[in-house]
């Protein structure tokens, strides 16, 4: 997912997590999804590229006006002077740990679900952080039932009103910048 060259900036890896109750799902065959999510997440951050950053978000019932940082980190960008030590492998064991440690303690409470405002928290970090790299990753039914946006309880969803709020209520993230991330992310 990640391919990474000498000349590259390392990305800023935000993960989305919801931790809303729709993420809630009753499994008698395995894991529920939240623990699926964490178990991704553990994962995916054992195979960041050297020099990445992330953070790990979660998207609550208000997503952009009370972030909740759940976890960050950063992956070093060289082996080490050691030859049998290697510290880009050894911080995503630690990391990954961390992050399953962490996700032990988080559950799945939130009321409501802002997709619409952790996209907009991410694109602002993604600006705010100057990469020229940024990956966004979403571990979500992406179901957004918060006000003033509904779309998990409707039988039928109006399209036409959906983007006419979304454009009255300002909740639109910075497309352009979404749009050199997607395109940086691709290379």
Not at 12 to 20: A, H, K, T
Not at 30 to 39: L, R, T, Y
Not at 85 to 98: C, D, G, S, Y
């Amino acid at each position: 997912m990640f391919a990474h060259s000498a000349f590259a900036q390392p990305p800023l890896v935000i993960l989305g997590l919801d931790l809303s109750k729709s993420e809630v799902t009753t499994n008698p065959y395995g894991p529920q999804e939240h623990e699926k999510d964490i178990a991704t997440l553990a994962q995916i951050i054992r195979t960041l590229p050297a020099g990445s950053e992330f953070r790990v978000v979660g998207i609550t019932d208000q997503s952009f006006s009370r972030p909740l940082i759940l976890f960050s980190g950063k992956v070093p960008i060289e082996r080490g002077p050691l030859g049998f030590i290697n510290r880009i492998e050894v911080a995503r064991t630690k990391l990954a740990t961390q992050m399953l440690t962490i996700g032990q303690s988080v559950k799945p409470s939130f009321p409501r679900t802002d997709v619409l405002g952790f996209f907009m928290l991410s694109s602002q970090m993604c600006q705010e952080a100057h990469r020229s790299r940024c990956v966004l990753i979403v571990l979500s039914d992406l179901r957004n039932f918060a006000p003033p946006l509904d779309i998990e309880t409707p039988r039928v969803i109006s399209v036409s009103s959906a983007l006419r709020t979304v454009e009255q209520q300002r909740m639109l993230a910075d497309c352009v910048a979404w749009m050199s991330i997607w395109k940086a992310s691709t290379q």
